[in-house]
């Protein structure tokens, strides 16, 4: 296993779903919301990579 797997810890609630959606708005926090939300929604690294 390499440094760059990663696993699902836990599901994310709604209120921590609403905090990060805006979140977006802002550029450095926003990068990593959209990408906490993606691994949310089942994509695989990969497809977040693209």
């Excluded at 797997?5 to 921590?16: G, K, N, S, V, Y």
């Excluded at 919301?33 to 994509?43: M, N, P, R, S, T």
């Amino acid at each position: 296993m390499s440094m760059r797997d990663t696993f699902i810890i836990r599901i994310l609630t709604d209120d921590e779903k609403n905090l990060l959606h805006l979140t977006l708005e802002d550029k450095e926090s926003g990068y990593r919301a959209k990408i906490i939300l993606l691994k949310d929604e089942g994509y695989t690294i990969p497809e977040i990579r693209k």
